[in-house]
């Protein structure tokens, strides 16, 4: 968790370039006709490269390097699902071709980001930023920059921003960690957008929107609990839930904080990974009341739902950190454990959810996996692996 | 309705052609490299024509011909984005490839058929048909038949099948007009298909999954309700739902069945066009109760739900096929109302719900309408256009 929110900053300050030469991209062919639908990148975090895979055979289809830090890469991806936008951990923010496999652009926006998503209409992307701390929105084709929304908290004072998701109607919701303040910001003039604000709770770490685009959900490090809000109706504020969530008074040791990028919502539930406790919480989506409690292996890290919520995948942390348990969601108990490999940092399921590729730094691969069979459908070598990310999340809300 | 279920039959029996000559296109240029994410069919039915859309900026971008009698089309998509798989009502099956325009293969494979789904992994295509009555299922790539699974329900009796929805598990679940039944069939082997059969209630005429692809419903024709199969335990049976739901006891006229495919899935509720009736019924998907009536214009046909769930958009039966009307789903209201144009056949949501594309078949024109402003973003003209689907549909379960 320390190392997620306070990692050291490199002050770099804002360096725009966005005509920045494409750099040479390390293998590849001529560029292939071919759909898009099936396509996804991985993260080769220690290499500040990616690369491009396709799902149906389960292949790697080339490499592109010259992606600066990506210790906490996250990427989004374009409407049309030819471009990945990688955001990197250093600010730099690049958009990758991936048919030709080259980069198309690449700018550096800020000295410390930690992700980005696309608006609804495509047409913009929106950094996340913990120094500078703020949002800034770009045009998706050029990556020219429309808008620079400074998260300032006080005269002179800019919150590191968390949480941020699109939803509908141009807007994106994020969170202020330094200010607890959860802010939507709505883009549908870029060049001049509209934030509003709500008191969040303390700290709020991480937030995530429901798969319908309609509850923001913010995760608090300085109290225990979660904030809610509705933002079909924003005007009746951000309310506490499930009050239990958290480490509560025994103070627990945590190995690292819960993505909650990683929830899941699955059969009117919603599964989350408890703070600190080897358990997944199971909370009712309409009264937001813990249902109940499932012991598993270990802190869980990333709890997913397959795209059609019979199960849920848990990964965990160290040192725990090479199993992965499988729940069945009408029998709310694990079915399956197993290890893929050492490190296992990451999870995404095929669109239609019939495999899921992991991620096993430490082991240097990733592994398809067959998610009714759970047989290893294939394993692929990858340089220290960490986020995988497929082109159909440029389909869905809040990625 | 009865025009939809008893149109005349074409007895041309099993016509297999996999490696027909691809007829000439009659526009287009040389294929371009890009993303097939934001790609899409019209259904120009007198013609047996449709056309290649895209969204991102709401053009046309060329024209396939010779795909038969498209008067009951429907479309299904290859998992990777690039190819349509057009059902034709004389049994013709298609692939079209979106990128070249040009026909991959074609196949005349039942004489009376009504559309067809992908399986979960994307290697199969299943056809659901009227004449002779059953399903059958193609290698995705090559069209060639693996299997024929006739509908049979007494020796010699073949029922004409509605309502197939592709589900997790190589599954097809689907409903026997003329047998009372519902079927599971399981392709996990696509040489050896296991079907396993359920009591549906009296002439089921259409059916659909919800999202998830927990549930298949279908409406029944011959009686009131609807009847619920609940595919994660089938073994509990069909049980019958909203029994209000129906013509009832005063026999409306009924001008047009609607079509359940439309249902929408919105905040926990379903939302149904009521049959004969001017109203929209909202029930609860937990209890399967209704909660509630929604007065509109006319008899719906299409109940659709903007994917973000915020709205649902309703279409009309002759004599109000000219207006369409939008339900606000909090507010549990219309609150718009308009007309496209005459003869509004059908709608498409991008992905994301910014827009939505209506047909209307009388005016010869494709509308894109702003879901939140409800502006026109652009008409595009179209040979009296019926059904409109775009590639993200490959990426979802049920359709």
Not at 145 to 159: I, N, Q, R
């Given at each position: 968790?320390?190392?997620?929110?306070?990692?050291?900053?490199?002050?770099?300050?804002?360096?725009?370039?966005?005509?920045?030469?494409?750099?040479?991209?390390?293998?590849?062919?001529?560029?292939?006709?071919?759909?898009?639908?099936?396509?996804?990148?991985?993260?080769?975090?220690?290499?500040?490269r990616?690369?491009?895979?396709?799902?149906?055979?389960?292949?790697?289809?080339?490499?592109?390097?010259?992606?600066?830090?990506?210790?906490?890469?996250?990427?989004?991806?374009?409407?049309?699902?030819?471009?990945?936008?990688?955001?990197?951990?250093?600010?730099?923010?690049?958009?990758?071709?991936?048919?030709?496999?080259?980069?198309?652009?690449?700018?550096?926006?800020a000295?410390?980001?930690?992700?980005?998503?696309?608006?609804?209409?495509?047409?913009?992307?929106?950094?996340?930023?913990?120094?500078?701390?703020?949002?800034?929105?770009?045009?998706?084709?050029?990556?020219?920059?429309?808008?620079?929304?400074?998260?300032?908290?006080?005269?002179?004072?800019?919150?590191r921003?968390?949480?941020?998701?699109d939803?509908?109607?141009?807007?994106?919701?994020?969170?202020?960690?330094?200010?607890?303040?959860?802010?939507?910001?709505?883009?549908?003039?870029?060049?001049?957008?509209?934030?509003?604000?709500?008191?969040?709770?303390?700290?709020?770490?991480?937030?995530?929107?429901?798969?319908?685009?309609?509850?923001?959900?913010?995760?608090?490090?300085?109290?225990?609990?979660?904030?809610?809000?509705?933002?079909?109706?924003?005007?009746?504020?951000?309310?506490?839930i499930?009050?239990?969530?958290?480490?509560?008074?025994?103070?627990?040791?945590?190995?690292k904080?819960?993505?909650?990028?990683?929830?899941?919502?699955?059969?009117?539930?919603?599964?989350?990974?408890?703070?600190?406790?080897?358990?997944?919480?199971?909370?009712?989506?309409?009264?937001?009341?813990?249902?109940?409690?499932?012991?598993?292996?270990?802190?869980?890290?990333?709890?997913?739902?397959?795209?059609?919520?019979?199960?849920?995948?848990?990964?965990?942390?160290?040192?725990?950190?090479?199993?992965?348990?499988?729940?069945d969601?009408?029998?709310?108990?694990?079915?399956?454990?197993?290890?893929?490999?050492?490190?296992?940092?990451?999870?995404?399921?095929?669109?239609?959810?019939e495999?899921v590729?992991?991620?096993?730094?430490?082991?240097?691969?990733?592994?398809?996996?067959?998610?009714?069979?759970?047989?290893?459908?294939?394993?692929l070598?990858?340089?220290?692996?960490?986020?995988?990310?497929?082109?159909?999340?440029?389909?869905?809300?809040?990625?």
């Amino acid at each position: 968790m320390r190392a997620r929110l306070f990692a050291p900053l490199l002050a770099l300050g804002l360096v725009a370039c966005a005509s920045a030469p494409p750099p040479a991209i390390t293998s590849g062919s001529a560029p292939e006709l071919r759909g898009t639908g099936d396509l996804g990148v991985v993260i080769e975090r220690a290499a500040g490269r990616v690369q491009v895979v396709e799902h149906s055979h389960d292949s790697r289809l080339g490499t592109v390097e010259g992606l600066g830090d990506l210790s906490h890469a996250h990427v989004a991806f374009s409407r049309d699902g030819r471009y990945a936008y990688v955001f990197g951990r250093d600010g730099g923010l690049t958009k990758v071709d991936l048919l030709t496999r080259r980069i198309d652009r690449r700018i550096v926006q800020a000295g410390n980001s930690i992700g980005g998503s696309v608006s609804q209409d495509g047409r913009l992307v929106v950094a996340q930023n913990y120094e500078p701390g703020g949002i800034k929105a770009f045009d998706a084709d050029t990556l020219a920059l429309l808008a620079d929304v400074p998260a300032e908290y006080a005269p002179g004072k800019f919150s590191r921003v968390v949480g941020l998701a699109d939803v509908s109607g141009q807007r994106f919701v994020y969170a202020l960690f330094d200010a607890d303040e959860i802010r939507i910001t709505d883009f549908s003039n870029p060049r001049q957008p509209v934030t509003t604000r709500f008191p969040a709770g303390r700290q709020p770490y991480d937030g995530l929107v429901t798969p319908d685009g309609r509850y923001f959900i913010a995760g608090l490090f300085g109290e225990d609990g979660l904030s809610l809000l509705d933002l079909w109706q924003p005007q009746t504020g951000v309310r506490r839930i499930l009050a239990g969530y958290g480490k509560g008074e025994e103070k627990l040791p945590v190995f690292k904080m819960p993505h909650l990028r990683g929830w899941a919502m699955a059969g009117g539930q919603a599964w989350l990974p408890a703070i600190g406790r080897h358990e997944v919480l199971v909370a009712d989506t309409r009264s937001w009341a813990e249902s109940a409690r499932i012991p598993v292996k270990g802190q869980p890290v990333f709890v997913m739902a397959r795209p059609d919520g019979r199960q849920v995948w848990v990964n965990f942390a160290f040192p725990d950190n090479e199993w992965v348990q499988v729940i069945d969601t009408l029998e709310k108990r694990v079915v399956h454990t197993f290890s893929p490999g050492k490190a296992v940092l990451h999870m995404e399921f095929t669109p239609r959810g019939e495999a899921v590729w992991l991620s096993s730094r430490d082991s240097n691969r990733i592994s398809v996996v067959d998610t009714a069979s759970f047989a290893l459908r294939r394993e692929l070598p990858a340089d220290a692996p960490s986020g995988i990310f497929f082109t159909a999340r440029g389909q869905r809300i809040g990625f």
